[in-house]
């Protein structure tokens, strides 16, 4: 019997043909104007990707990091909620779709899904890349204005993946309060850099305003105990280069990590994990540092050493992200 193909293998395949009949070294330039685009400090009120060579450059570039970062978030979350599932689903500002592919992945039922976005032509892409997975086939994809006019329909689930940077301030507190209005779930993922990380706080402050219960990452729904402008909240994903990723960086690793921060949050009330491993453990001789954030809103750094027994092996398996400590090993 065959194996059944996992959306990311799904999602690779189908990208993999979007450059055909784009000479390598076009696809690579389209790509370096869109990261310096998307990596700028003036929020712009246009879309970035201007047409199909620019959608299908980046798509090919950015869907598998955003996918597996969102994928990671989303892991995170339903881990937190085992007994819940969305029965309907909008990603805003979701371009080629990266976000509904990851929900399909981690919640594997086909459901309403809407991908709201103001560029045309990721739209059209996006609906192209969806036809090859079963669970997207009937989503809807919705030209919108992100921003001060959004409206969102009532939903379970509302995702909002590197979207927030491209905005103005204005912009992004508007998209946050519709998503908080629309949803009894909203899941926000950004860049891991110190501004994302500010972006992702901000929204979290937000919604938790909003009387939303942070689910993940967050033990807590207290103000965050990381100091603003000293350390920042984020993860990392792995992600499978291509052949395109290859070509843009100059690298020769098969893969690399995707920095993220994120937080999901719900309307219904939630039991957070105890803590969470915020930075990757660091092995030593006969000991395990784990760096937690705790629920009693302090981050501390834990030792655990061979005489913990089987705690020892878990936090040897343990990885930056993960809840701790895990389930079956209460401390």
């Not at 990596?39 to 060579?53: E, F, V």
């Not at 508007?174 to 990380?197: F, K, M, R, S, W």
């Not at 929204?203 to 938790?208: C, K, T, V």
């Not at 792995?238 to 309307?267: C, I, M, N, P």
């Amino acid at each position: 019997m065959t194996a059944p193909v996992s959306p990311a293998e799904t999602l690779r395949a189908a990208l993999a043909g979007l450059l055909d009949g784009l000479p390598p070294k076009a696809a690579a330039q389209a790509v370096e104007r869109l990261i310096v685009n998307y990596r700028g400090t003036t929020p712009t009120d246009a879309p970035i990707l201007r047409d199909r060579a620019d959608v299908a450059a980046y798509a090919a570039y950015r869907m598998p990091a955003t996918f597996e970062a969102v994928r990671a978030a989303l892991d995170a979350f339903s881990e937190v909620v085992p007994e819940w599932t969305p029965g309907s689903h909008v990603d805003v500002g979701g371009g080629t779709g990266a976000a509904t592919w990851a929900v399909s992945a981690t919640w594997g039922e086909e459901r309403p899904v809407t991908v709201l976005d103001w560029a045309e032509p990721a739209l059209v892409l996006g609906r192209e890349l969806a036809s090859r997975n079963p669970l997207l086939k009937s989503a809807e994809w919705r030209r919108s204005r992100i921003g001060a006019a959004l409206t969102i329909e009532s939903t379970d689930l509302v995702t909002v993946s590197y979207v927030l940077g491209e905005l103005t301030e204005d912009a992004r507190t508007a998209v946050v309060d519709a998503a908080a209005t629309a949803a009894q779930a909203v899941v926000i993922v950004e860049p891991g850099t110190p501004d994302g990380y500010a972006r992702v706080i901000e929204a979290r402050d937000r919604l938790i305003g909003a009387g939303f219960h942070v689910a993940a990452p967050c033990p807590h729904s207290a103000a965050c105990p990381i100091v603003a402008g000293e350390d920042w909240c984020h993860f990392s994903a792995r992600v499978s280069r291509s052949s395109l990723h290859r070509q843009v960086k100059g690298g020769s690793l098969a893969y690399e990590d995707e920095k993220f921060s994120y937080v999901a949050a719900t309307r219904f009330p939630v039991t957070p994990v105890p803590s969470r491993v915020v930075r990757r453990p660091q092995i030593r001789k006969g000991q395990v540092l784990l760096d937690l954030c705790e629920a009693d809103e302090l981050l501390r750094r834990s030792t655990v050493t061979k005489r913990h027994g089987l705690l020892y092996k878990a936090a040897r398996d343990a990885d930056w992200g993960d809840a701790w400590p895990p389930p079956d090993h209460p401390s």
